[in-house]
């Protein structure tokens, strides 16, 4: 079956520092691949997205690649802010039902 | 993006009560929704699958009577907590389908509710 497997957390940084939280799939055909971020007391938001090889997804700073050789979709970004203190999900969509098979999620921390 | 809101937001019962949760597509009509639950730190389990008009489908392991779902409109969906109890305690997420294109392809994607934090006494 689909599945997601991301880094393990919780992952802190400093404001300013890079980020890269990795994300690696295991699906039939060609998933859709999503990040979603969840802040405290919150739903789901979606992040980004990519729907094919190669396309990058980005979206307030963040950026993700469609990386189907390594069957990967990492999240990064250049400069994290204490407003990015979140937990992040990795998720796809491989077939026409819908379905959302989520990673366990990454808990970003970030200081001052 | 499209607009999912959940009701309540936070609920608080006592032992033995039932908890109905709504889910609704503010602006768009929603075939499919699906619900979770969240516990503490953990990632997002998928309970059931709901489509308008049809039963509900569940994962295994989800008792469906315990967990009553109805979709009775492209717009709303409901939760039921049947005699809870403080082990149901969670937060309980909605997401609608939205058909923006082919499920799966380019455009297709969830849009998830607020969530609704229920504790039972």
């Known amino acids: 079956g689909d599945s997601v497997t991301q880094m393990e957390g919780p992952v802190t940084l400093s404001e300013e520092a890079c980020l890269t939280i990795?994300?690696?799939?295991?699906?039939?055909?060609?998933?859709?691949l999503f990040w979603y971020v969840q802040y405290p007391g919150e739903g789901l938001q979606l992040l980004l997205k990519?729907?094919?090889?190669?396309d990058k997804g980005s979206n307030k700073g963040f950026e993700a690649t469609y990386r189907k050789e390594t069957t990967s979709f990492h999240l990064e970004k250049g400069s994290v802010q204490v407003s990015d203190s979140a937990v992040y999900f990795c998720?796809?969509?491989?077939?026409?039902?819908?379905?959302?098979?989520f990673g366990q999620g990454t808990i970003l921390t970030v200081h001052p | 993006g499209a607009v999912v809101s959940q009701h309540p937001s936070r609920v608080i019962c006592k032992s033995g009560t039932s908890v109905k949760i709504e889910c609704r597509s503010l602006?768009?009509?929603?075939?499919?929704m699906f619900w979770y639950r969240q516990f503490p730190k953990k990632s997002l389990m998928l309970m059931a699958t709901?489509?308008?008009?049809?039963?509900?489908?569940?994962e295994q392991g989800v008792e469906k009577d315990k967990f009553l779902i109805n979709h009775a409109s492209l717009t709303l969906s409901t939760l039921t907590v049947t005699s809870a109890h403080p082990e149901d305690s969670s937060f309980y997420i909605c997401?609608?389908?939205?058909?923006?294109?082919?499920?799966?392809?380019?455009?297709?994607?969830?849009?998830f509710g607020p969530g609704t934090r229920l504790t039972v006494l």
């Open positions: 997401s609608a389908a939205g058909r923006t294109g082919l499920a799966g392809g380019p455009g297709y994607e969830q849009f």
């Open positions: 990795n994300c690696t799939y295991t699906a039939t055909g060609y998933p859709s």
């Open positions: 990519a729907t094919k090889a190669d």
């Open positions: 998720a796809l969509i491989s077939t026409s039902y819908g379905k959302l098979t």
């Open positions: 602006d768009f009509q929603a075939t499919t």
């Open positions: 709901s489509n308008e008009g049809s039963k509900a489908t569940y």
